[in-house]
């Protein structure tokens, strides 16, 4: 059912039925909202007040207007979200229902009231990572410009319509940064109203949730490593230093004051043993898997080291006793990719589970406890090892030392990990060699600013001395602890080199058709001279010199070429009358060349606003000297002074769009 965030809404542009448009009392548009109950619509926190009134106005179900009240508004940073208790009922089949899916890296739809008249509709976006802060939020990149008027809105997977959360807009606590999508356990944490409303199974199962809620010691150094890799390789929050002012104009994330920095571990694939008999273990395990989830209400806030960030993680499961498809349903589920009817399904087997899981678009992270306590681990390794090659990430928590974890750091960690770092030493050879030989030659041929460029080259060829160094004894173990900032160092060092390349191409294209222009303005002034002259012969010299410098100075050369030009542009319209060499000869009758005679229609230069057309074809000598063509410059014989202007700078002429000199 659409209401339900069925398959049917996924093709529909209409207004959903559980869409709301939310007016203050002066008629001025609050925000958007989603019928969730007959009686109750969700929104953002910033559109109302807490006892403020409001008219909600079921813009899906027939324009239905009903008067509400703000019966909760949470504060920005637990979930940003807000309740309104309808006077009435809505239309009956009109309400929505949120599910628990994966949120980040998904594409998504969103319902809001962009216009000033209040009209409706659609814009597509995509989810991206989990944003700092403390509620597990997510940030939202719409594709339209702008989301303004969708704050509150209802935000569906673009693929089956569910309903996975509500939009905020970006100026949550003075967070330009924005807009955010809070996932519906998020949602579910801060209204545990809403747990009524919401489909799907939670992110962590009940038998890992009941160990989670025992209270003892933890360890903290094991506490330090899980959060660190739930936090992946993304900047952690941590709290700024007493005294450190605040930035003008900086964005304010949700929380305390904040600075980031990078500690997380990035590994896609991680392999722990908790022994069931060693309960510091289990408890600090489970105490994580708590803190890591947006829904389950973690222990008190401890330190920012050994704490893993809500959102961390998108499913964890216990292994114990379940078969590989069960787990791969699971998985299918979180995903989005499991119709909710098994009828569905042509064929119940893994393989076809699994080839639903592959052609997701979206990953997911994934704690699986108990690896060998399963009926079958062997089987159950070669899902997890097709699931590594989707890219979802896993903690991967054995009982015991065995043959099962020792293939598990073979198959799923040592060897990806040297076909990464392989990878990795490929990609940095080509940016050293071949990509810094073309940033080179190009560099010494004109002059241009590549300090980014060239920056990132030396940060390159560091890592690759580093990794030379290194990379046989990290690939033995299958990591390296840099390799994830190698990787980035090595991408930003392609990207500026291939940037810098693209913008020197065209320079060295216009220097030489500078080039060849200063060539031909030279041979046909010579051809046209019957004396030396010394002015053109210095405008000549510099822009040649200039032009043919390593590295040229394209823009004063320019200049220089442009002064050149003009200058013989003045001279032939002071000297309009040139005799060609077949023009009369001493005898006064036609000579036998191409020139015209005494009688012949004189052309000009032509002008910056008009083409001329030539009558010669002249070839420049780019090779030859400064005085290359008729040897010095002087007269070679007269020749039309048309044949000047017949090739101009390029600079488009304001009228017709020509070139022009």
């Known amino acids: 059912m659409e209401a339900e965030g069925g398959i049917g809404g996924r093709s529909s542009w209409a207004a959903p039925s559980w869409a709301v448009r939310i007016r203050r009392g002066d008629g001025t548009i609050a925000g958007a909202g989603v019928l969730v109950d007959p009686e109750w619509v969700l929104t953002h926190a910033g559109a109302v007040a807490e006892g403020e009134r409001v008219t909600a106005e079921l813009v899906g179900a027939g324009g239905v207007s009903l008067h509400a009240v703000a019966d909760q508004v949470c504060a920005a940073e637990a979930g940003g979200v807000a309740l309104l208790r309808l006077d009435g009922s809505g239309p009956a089949g009109a309400a929505g229902s949120l599910r628990r899916l994966s949120v980040p890296h998904r594409r998504v739809r969103m319902y809001g009231f962009p216009a000033a008249d209040g009209t409706g509709r659609w814009m597509a976006a995509a989810t991206e990572a989990v944003a700092s802060g403390t509620d597990g939020r997510v940030r939202l990149a719409p594709a339209g410009p702008g989301a303004a008027g969708f704050g509150g809105a209802g935000v569906t ?8 959360g509500v939009a905020l807009p970006g100026n949550v606590n003075g967070d330009r940064a924005g807009p955010y999508l809070s996932p519906a356990e998020t949602v579910v944490r801060h209204l545990p109203r809403a747990r009524g409303w919401t489909r799907g199974w939670a992110a962590v199962d009940e038998r890992l949730d009941v160990l989670g809620r025992e209270r003892g010691m933890f360890d903290p150094h094991f506490a330090q490593r899980l959060a660190e890799w739930f936090r992946g390789d993304r900047p952690r929050s941590v709290p700024r ?41 289990v408890t600090t395990l489970c105490r994580a898997l708590r803190l890591a989830d947006r829904e389950l209400p973690g222990p008190a806030a401890g330190d920012a080291d050994t704490d893993p960030p809500p959102g961390g993680l998108d499913l ?6 379940r078969s590989t498809l069960w787990i791969a349903e699971r998985v299918a589920d979180r995903l989005g990719v499991l119709p909710e009817g098994r009828e569905d399904i042509d064929d119940t087997g893994v393989d076809a589970i699994v080839r639903r899981i592959l052609a997701a678009s979206t990953t997911l992270t994934l704690v699986l406890v108990g690896v060998d306590e399963a009926p079958d681990p062997d089987g159950l390794l070669d899902l997890l090892a097709r699931l590594r090659v989707h890219g979802d990430r896993m903690l991967l928590v054995f009982r015991r030392d065995g043959a099962h974890v020792a293939r598990a750091e073979s198959q799923l960690v040592i060897e ?5 770092q392989a990878r990795l030493v490929g990609m940095l050879t080509e940016i050293t060699g071949p990509l810094a030989d073309a940033l080179h030659e190009r560099m010494a041929e004109v002059r241009a600013d590549c300090d980014r460029a060239l920056d990132a080259l030396v940060k ?10 290194t990379v046989g004894v990290a690939a033995g173990r299958g990591g390296h602890p840099d390799l994830a900032r190698f990787e980035r160092v090595a991408v930003r060092a392609e990207r500026r080199i291939r940037e810098a390349v693209e913008r020197l191409d065209p320079l060295i294209e216009r220097r030489a058709e500078l080039i060849g ?8 002034h010579q051809q046209a001279l019957d004396s030396e002259d010394l002015a053109a012969e210095d405008r000549y010299q510099a822009a040649y010199e200039l032009l043919h410098a390593r590295p040229c100075d394209l823009a004063a050369a320019e200049v220089a070429m442009r002064e050149y ?17 077949s023009g009369p000869g001493a005898d006064g009758q036609p000579g036998s060349g191409d020139g015209a005679g005494e009688g012949a229609e004189v052309h000009h230069v032509a002008s910056p606003n008009r083409r001329a057309e030539p009558s010669h074809e002249v070839e420049p000598n780019h090779g030859a000297g400064p005085n290359h063509g008729a040897g010095p410059y002087r007269a070679a014989g007269p020749r039309h002074a048309s044949e000047l202007g017949q090739v101009p700078l390029r600079e488009p002429d304001q009228e017709g769009g020509e070139p022009r000199l």
Do not use: C, N
């Open 157 to 164: 997977d673009a693929a089956t319509g569910d309903i996975v």
């Open 241 to 281: 230093p007493p005294g450190a002012p605040h930035v003008a104009g900086a964005p304010v994330r949700p929380g305390p004051a904040r600075t980031r920095r990078r500690t997380g571990d990035g590994s896609q694939v991680k392999i722990s043993q908790v022994r069931a008999d060693h309960p510091v273990r």
């Open 316 to 321: 964890a499961l216990s292994a114990s006793g």
């Open 416 to 420: 990806p990990s040297q076909q990464r």
């Open 460 to 469: 390159a060829h560091a890592v690759r001395t580093t990794m030379a160094g």
């Open 517 to 524: 222009r200063l060539d031909s303005y030279q041979v046909l």
């Open 565 to 581: 030009a003009g200058f013989i542009e003045r001279w032939s319209s002071r000297h309009p009358q040139r005799r060609g060499p």
